[in-house]
């Protein structure tokens, strides 16, 4: 399921900022190509203005003059003084641009009424036009038409400006546009794969967390449930004396099962934002104090010395839950009291530690191996030494960890200097 949402996904982000690409290219390639156009057209406009300028004040039109202003069929010039092509000026052009001439001095004269073979003007004073013209190829130019009165008679003169060279450049711009728009569409797609990739792993990780909390759940009730429905059935037949050790049974898995529930729901809520915690200004000392009076008998019936430090200056109160973390607190000494032997030792710490409190929880039991320092705080999770346990359920570190995390704060493990295993807790 996950791997073809990560595909489609990933097409769907790649079309929605591909076509972002494409459209951001076509504005900007709009604008270039106007700049272009506008830029020809000016440059255009000077050189017509310019050719006007020399012919109005030079009575000699030179064959040097003509080359450099036709520059290499950049442009193309067509004379006519008192209605006569100058021979300088024909000689210079192929068939073909004297065919591009004729079109547009026809195109001059029924369109602009400039007539290059009159004699004369009927115009008082100098005049030119401009314009543009397709030939019969397709080929696109810009046109002057001008008519110069002199004191020998009537010049007329044509330039034409082909845009052979502007469309090609312009097409040159579209092919390296949409070669750079096909450059960062796939840079896109790739960039969209992993990044699709990695906002749906924590998702397909939370699912195969919530396949392995179901299957391990049902594992864990399935065992209390199957001991129950035996003692049901043993204690239809039992005979009267036996009774009481099968509904002792009932009552004890009916506990064990029960708890289990409660530790689970507890995790649905935080897995849902449901747990709520309310946090209230709280001596610190004081909470850790009343946990170690509530855990000093249990650990005096088994043997075990519990030991409870505290500093020696007030502290100032904690904004926090106190009865969540009490629970965190009887979690860290139940596992303790679990795994430390007889005549052993448990240490309860709190400690002002870099403007945080800092609460310490010690034991000098068979300690924890580094390979499994992080994965005690997952659901389930049991060391092969806690197995056999089965009031064991591998949640309570779990829960102790939600709680602290819900208080901005963290948990984790750390070997104890005299053996054994010392959990840190630190709250903001």
Not at 256 to 284: C, F, Y
Not at 308 to 321: A, F, G, I, K
Not at 387 to 413: M, N, P, Y
Request: hydrophobic letters at 40%; glycine letters at 6%; one cysteine or more.
């Amino acid at each position: 399921m996950f791997k073809k949402l990560h595909v489609q996904l990933t097409l769907f982000f790649t079309a929605i900022a591909g076509l972002i690409v494409v459209f951001m290219t076509i504005l900007s390639l709009y604008l270039s190509e106007q700049g272009l156009i506008k830029t020809n057209y000016v440059s255009f406009l000077n050189t017509t203005n310019t050719i006007v300028s020399y012919l109005g004040s030079q009575n000699i039109i030179t064959q040097e003059w003509l080359a450099q202003q036709e520059q290499n069929g950049a442009y193309l010039l067509s004379i006519y003084d008192n209605g006569q092509e100058l021979r300088i000026v024909k000689q210079t052009h192929t068939d073909e641009q004297q065919a591009m001439i004729a079109q547009a001095e026809e195109l001059a004269a029924s369109e602009y009424g400039y007539v290059m073979k009159e004699i004369t003007s009927k115009d008082r004073l100098s005049s030119h036009t401009e314009f543009s013209m397709t030939d019969t190829d397709g080929a696109k130019y810009y046109v002057s038409a001008m008519t110069l009165l002199k004191s020998q008679g009537t010049l007329h003169a044509l330039v034409l400006f082909p845009l052979a060279g502007e469309q090609a450049q312009i097409w040159e711009q579209r092919l390296l546009f949409g070669l750079l728009d096909l450059a960062g569409i796939l840079i896109l797609g790739i960039f969209c794969w992993f990044f699709t990739n990695h906002m749906l792993r924590p998702l397909e990780e939370n699912r195969q967390k919530q396949a392995q909390f179901i299957a391990s759940a049902s594992h864990e009730l399935r065992s209390p449930l199957s001991v129950i429905r035996s003692s049901v059935s043993a204690l239809k037949k039992a005979a009267p004396k036996d009774a009481p050790r099968f509904a002792d049974a009932i009552d004890s898995e009916a506990t064990r099962m029960s708890s289990l529930v409660g530790e689970m729901l507890t995790l649905a809520n935080s897995d849902a934002h449901t747990w709520q915690i309310k946090k209230v200004p709280t001596q610190l000392d004081t909470l850790v104090l009343d946990t170690y009076e509530k855990y000093e008998l249990l650990a005096a019936d088994r043997h075990i010395r519990l030991s409870v430090n505290l500093p020696d200056t007030d502290l100032p109160d904690c904004l926090c839950d106190s009865a969540r973390i009490s629970q965190v607190l009887s979690i860290l000494l139940d596992n303790a009291l679990r795994y430390t032997p007889a005549d052993g030792m448990i240490t309860l710490r709190l400690c002002p530690y870099h403007n945080k409190y800092q609460i310490r929880v010690g034991d000098n039991g068979p300690g924890i191996p580094d390979d499994q320092k992080e994965k005690i705080f997952r659901r389930f999770y049991r060391s092969d030494t806690a197995r056999s346990d089965r009031s064991h359920f591998g949640l309570g570190l779990c829960i102790a960890q939600e709680i602290i995390t819900l208080h901005k704060g963290k948990i984790w493990v750390e070997d104890a200097t005299r053996g054994g295993a010392e959990f840190v807790i630190t709250l903001p």
